[in-house]
């Protein structure tokens, strides 16, 4: 079992970044593949990124590459989404999630267990 608290979001400016963090319960978060999804009004949850156990393996959607980075710290139990370059097409409700695949970095939502209870993130034009 895993527990995942989302913080760092807030309202900036289109050009602007911000940090998300994710913590994690638990003293399994390393047997953990971790990913970062993404919620906008009206539309269906979408993949962001994903990182692999150790964090030498990352996934990006198309959208979001070469602007955001995701990282973790096993010893912190905590995994990171810097996001610059932001646009206010950006804006969702961003979640982190936690998959016991860890044989690739899964895209589908329904590989992740785990979800937290999201944060807001608003790029204002």
């Known amino acids: 079992q895993v527990q995942l608290v989302e913080s760092g979001g807030g309202l900036v400016q289109a050009g602007g970044s911000l940090r998300l963090s994710c913590a994690a319960s638990g003293r399994t978060f390393s047997s953990y593949t971790m990913g970062w999804f993404r919620q906008a009004p009206g539309k269906e949850r979408e993949f962001v990124t994903g990182?692999?156990?150790?964090?030498?393996?990352?996934l990006y959607a198309d959208s979001v590459k070469g602007r955001f980075a995701i990282s973790r710290d096993n010893a912190k139990n905590t995994v990171y989404l810097q996001m610059n370059s932001l646009k206010p097409e950006d804006t969702a409700v961003y979640y982190c999630?936690?998959?016991?695949?860890?044989?690739?970095?899964?895209?589908?939502?329904?590989?992740?267990?785990?979800w937290g209870q999201g944060t807001q993130v608003t790029v204002s034009s």
């Open positions: 990182i692999s156990l150790s964090g030498a393996r990352t």
């Open positions: 999630a936690a998959s016991a695949t860890i044989n690739l970095i899964a895209r589908n939502r329904d590989r992740y267990a785990y």
